[in-house]
């Protein structure tokens, strides 16, 4: 099992910045892959961010390839999304997920998810 929990989301106004921590416990050894998804009211959950700690490669989604960065931390047991240039359609609860059995990258589905932290960006 993984547990994951996401955290440093609030609200902000367009162009400011904040940065989210996804903190993981349990079998984080096994984890292939932690990526970073968002879903806004009405809306379907969309995938924003991913990293795989084989390699240390990312993937972005093309709206926000250049203001968003992943990272993760040496120990393997948290995630961060920094994110930069925030405009009002990045508003939406972010969600921190885990994978353990992708052999791909980035991975299709996640095994594991958080709770969400909700981002709000105001104009």
């Known amino acids: 099992q993984v547990q994951l929990v996401e955290s440093g989301g609030g609200l902000v106004q367009a162009g400011g910045s904040l940065r989210l921590s996804c903190a993981a416990s349990?079998?984080?050894?096994?984890?292939?892959?932690m990526g970073w998804f968002r879903q806004a009211p009405g809306k379907e959950r969309e995938f924003v961010a991913a990293?795989?700690?084989?390699?240390?490669?990312?993937a972005y989604a093309d709206s926000v390839k250049g203001r968003f960065t992943i990272s993760r931390d040496n120990a393997k047991n948290a995630v961060f999304l920094q994110m930069n240039s925030l405009k009002p359609e990045d508003t939406a609860v972010y969600y921190c997920?885990?994978?353990?059995?992708?052999?791909?990258?980035?991975?299709?589905?996640?095994?594991?998810w958080g709770q969400g932290t909700q981002v709000t960006v105001s104009s």
């Open positions: 997920a885990a994978d353990i059995s992708a052999v791909v990258f980035p991975p299709g589905g996640y095994d594991y």
């Open positions: 349990g079998r984080t050894f096994s984890v292939y892959a």
């Open positions: 990293f795989s700690y084989s390699g240390g490669n990312t």
